[in-house]
């Protein structure tokens, strides 16, 4: 895998951090995987001298749930670090080409209108996921052919088409949370402010291939991204094929995004954010940045997990509230140091 | 003079006042054309055989069947005040998420008889709130008797079967729906948690309050022997056979023995004249769930 990325355009300083953001990142998983509302010693797991049940619960809910918080929160964070840089725009985030609200369209039609169309379908589990990357993957065709193959106009079009596309898929929110029932409209809320609950094998699997997958579509383009912080045209003019890096952001990003969303439920501020800090630290080399987005990423998402799992037990925080509260405070001080210096 | 006077003050208190949880059981001035903003209410006019007097229903009011034909005020909690008025009603009742406040206000400055019945989740608060729309639609006699006949043996059944001992040991958990991640679960001070207190079981979830999403961990950390859904909340899974395998419950003691039940949301949570009855049905089921 080293050998499509290429590590030479980091300074001894970006990987020191790439570095450090291995070790936390390795901290918060072994922490995670040793705590939980249910508690044994995860020692005697790994020995084998446990119980039937315990073994149960690591292997197939916390370890699953854990590996998930840790894709979920890379492929946020590599998206809206990679689309930032595309649209050489500090606001730009998965959120913004619609690929969230595309996703929650699909996961809020089957929350409201399961109960009539499930009776076709045995594997109803995956119904939910299912119709969130079938809403999310609608949206990016629909930007497609709006912007006739993301290329007319340049970026900045394109931004505004994906407003308009987000403000369309929250109108069919909308219309579904009025016909909602109670109980519905509590699924749809806790949906919007995420969870890594309920999460097995058969579902991860299929969205771990996905996430790895588009990282490797997007490794390579890193220098390409660096050379276009200089302009479209100027970045043709150095020889980056500009159409295919688009291509390939934008799809890679949809399907990682996707698939995260479409198990996760929506969680905000991390691919808006998580990047940031990164350059804040240390530069806007985009080897750096997506590299460090990815670790840092999955880190905060963990950790933000495990306190959802551990602060009100038995009940659980939703993540999304979690991701927020802890990494927006945190961001203000990191603006407000840099300034300072 | 005195009866004026106090007219005069109990309208002032109507008008200026507003109080949004009136509870007064006192006979309407007429109830002969009624709105209703809650389920139970309207199941409880027809347990009283009193449905004549309805003109319209909310859209929590879904039992019996035959309640379609009324028009509706639209859902309980976000009515609209000319809505509730276009049908001219002489008399509105509501149950306490009767809502938002604001149109609540407006239709009592209108001077249209509101009046919005307390919640109390438990078989004697079943029978208050019998009780009260019997006395505000002026059939307080009839009311009477058709409790004694028909709740009051209910009720003392199942005091009985609740003062059994054995069922206080069946943990039970109420599951809302478990589309979102992590099933959301109805822990203490929930309409949930006194409808198995009625039956006389124990919430397994009353270390904390309100409806919360509950993680798989915790779900086997409490280990409930019965599982109650609502068939809403089970709708995902085509039958409770896919429900026992789902892998937030598989391993909990009720998924393993199959005790996985689901039944109609407001036949348990509507606490009208049904959750009694369904009450003592599943205290009944429970106490052969623990024989077994």
């Not at chain 2, 008025?85 to 002489?90: A, D, F, G, H, M």
Request: charged share 15%.
């Amino acid at each position: 895998m080293l050998s499509i990325i290429n590590l030479k355009f980091l300074n001894s300083a970006q990987s020191f951090i790439l570095f450090f953001l291995l070790i936390l990142l390795l901290l918060v998983l072994i922490v995670s995987f040793s705590l939980g509302s249910y508690s044994f010693p995860v020692l005697s797991i790994l020995m084998g001298n446990t119980s039937a049940i315990e073994a149960t619960i690591f292997t197939e809910i916390r370890v699953p749930r854990v590996i998930l918080a840790a894709i979920v929160g890379a492929s946020l964070s590599v998206s809206g670090a990679c689309l930032q840089g595309l649209f050489r725009n500090p606001l730009a985030d998965p959120g913004l080409i619609g690929v969230s609200a595309g996703a929650a369209l699909g996961a809020s039609t089957i929350i409201v209108f399961g109960s009539s169309l499930t009776s076709a379908f045995i594997f109803s589990t995956f119904l939910l996921p299912l119709s969130a990357c079938l809403g999310s993957g609608l949206v990016i065709l629909m930007l497609f052919l709006l912007t006739r193959g993301f290329g007319h106009q340049g970026v900045t079009y394109m931004l505004l088409v994906g407003i308009a596309v987000n403000a369309i898929a929250s109108v069919g929110i909308g219309i579904l949370t009025f016909i909602s029932s109670d109980s519905e409209l509590r699924s749809l809320t806790f949906w919007t402010m995420g969870s890594f609950g309920g999460i097995t094998w058969s579902l991860l699997i299929p969205a771990l291939i996905i996430i790895f997958i588009s990282f490797l579509f997007l490794l390579p383009i890193l220098r390409n991204l660096d050379i276009l912080q200089l302009g479209e045209s100027e970045a043709k003019r150095l020889g980056v094929n500009v159409k295919s890096l688009k291509y390939r952001i934008i799809f890679a990003s949809a399907a990682s995004v996707g698939a995260s969303v479409s198990l996760s439920g929506m969680i905000g501020f991390v691919g808006l954010v998580v990047p940031h800090l990164l350059r804040l630290l240390s530069g806007v080399n985009h080897t750096y940045v997506v590299i460090g987005s990815a670790l840092l990423g999955s880190s905060l998402m963990v950790f933000a997990d495990l306190l959802s799992r551990l602060l009100i037990q038995p009940a659980e925080l939703p993540v999304g509230l979690i991701t927020s509260a802890i990494g927006s405070p945190f961001f203000l001080w990191l603006i407000f140091r840099i300034n300072k210096i | 003079m005195t009866k004026n006077f106090r007219l005069i003050l109990i309208l002032f208190f109507l008008i200026f006042l507003n109080p949004i949880y009136v509870n007064s059981c006192d006979r309407a001035y007429n109830p002969s054309k009624i709105t209703v903003a809650g389920g139970s209410i309207t199941e409880i006019l027809y347990f009283l055989e009193e449905q004549s007097k309805i003109v319209a229903v909310d859209l929590t009011s879904n039992f019996p069947e035959e309640t379609k034909k009324f028009p509706s005020i639209g859902y309980v909690r976000n009515l609209s005040a000319e809505g509730v008025l276009s049908l001219k009603p002489t008399l509105v009742i509501g149950e306490d998420d009767m809502g938002p406040p604001d149109v609540v206000n407006q239709i009592k400055k209108t001077g249209i008889d509101i009046i919005i019945l307390k919640e109390e989740h438990s078989s004697e608060g079943i029978i208050d709130k019998i009780k009260c729309v019997g006395e505000i639609i002026g059939e307080r006699e009839k009311t009477i008797d058709i409790i004694n006949n028909k709740i009051m043996p209910i009720k003392i059944e199942l005091d009985n079967l609740s003062k059994n001992l054995k069922n206080q040991n069946i943990k039970v958990m109420f599951i809302l729906t478990m589309d979102s991640g992590s099933p959301i679960i109805g822990g203490k001070d929930t309409s949930a948690d006194g409808f198995i207190k009625m039956i006389g079981a124990r919430n397994a979830f009353d270390s904390f309050e309100g409806w919360k999403p509950v993680g798989t961990e915790s779900i086997i950390d409490a280990a409930p022997d019965i599982i109650l859904i609502s068939n809403r909340g089970a709708h995902s899974y085509k039958n409770l056979e896919n429900m026992h395998n789902h892998p937030t419950v598989k391993y909990t003691p009720a998924a393993i023995n199959r005790n996985i039940i689901a039944l109609d949301g407001m036949q348990m949570l509507g606490f009208g004249p049904r959750t009694i009855e369904t009450a003592l049905y599943l205290s009944k089921k429970f106490q052969m769930i623990e024989n077994n």
